[in-house]
């Protein structure tokens, strides 16, 4: 399990969740968080992503509210370009409850305490996958029978990563994600229960969702 540092940069995004173990490209053009990741990456490489909540457009250059857990990821394949933008992809590490905010920069950050999950938290028992499976093709249809195949047929994926995946990549609103990673160590549960309200919401609908994989790699 990922040791996370006790201070950590905040990158506050209004449609972004992070999972641990998952892979999202960035970049990065604002010149307060141009600072924050060559900061960053001068130390531990480490930048904790969060949800903004409320009416965060009235105060996006000031301070707007977040959600306390957050995700914390870490600096790979680090491009910096000739105006001062970087392009990088941040790895997942670990859930981390927010303590208190630091404001003496021009980014923001926190103090924060780990909530990492441990990995067999996660694990999914024969009757569990059945479960995942079933409402996975009741909501998705079709195409969830050729990504179950590709992500736990050929790739093997099982447990956390295999949850983590699903969380990250399903085509749900980022509310919807954000509670599914502060489910923590009850995200299995979580993931289920929110697909099953998925399911009973097209039914009342007119149209229904038009879920799926949104970013399928």
Not at 113 to 129: G, R, Y
Not at 152 to 178: M, S, T, Y
């Amino acid at each position: 399990m990922a040791e996370l540092p006790k201070i950590v940069p905040l990158f506050p995004l209004p449609n972004l969740v992070l999972f641990p173990g998952m892979m999202v490209p960035l970049h990065i053009f604002e010149p307060r968080y141009r600072e924050m990741v060559a900061d960053s990456a001068r130390s531990d490489g480490i930048i904790g992503m969060i949800l903004l909540k409320g009416e965060w457009e009235d105060d996006y250059y000031g301070f707007p509210d977040i959600f306390e857990i957050g995700c914390a990821g870490k600096i790979r394949d680090l491009v910096r370009l000739d105006d001062g933008r970087y392009n990088l992809v941040l790895e997942g590490l670990a859930e981390f409850r927010v303590l208190r905010e630091i404001r003496e920069k021009p980014y923001r950050q926190a103090e924060i305490t780990s909530c990492a999950v441990a990995s067999d938290a996660l694990e999914c028992d024969f009757e569990m996958m059945e479960s995942l499976r079933e409402v996975l093709f009741s909501y998705l249809g079709d195409p969830a029978k050729e990504a179950w195949r590709t992500i736990v047929e050929q790739r093997g994926l099982r447990g956390a990563a295999l949850v983590n995946f699903l969380c990250f990549h399903l085509d749900v609103n980022p509310i919807e994600k954000q509670t599914m990673l502060e489910a923590l160590s009850s995200r299995v549960d979580c993931l289920l229960d929110v697909l099953t309200f998925k399911i009973e919401e097209r039914k009342l609908g007119p149209s229904g969702p038009r879920g799926g994989f949104d970013k399928m790699q």
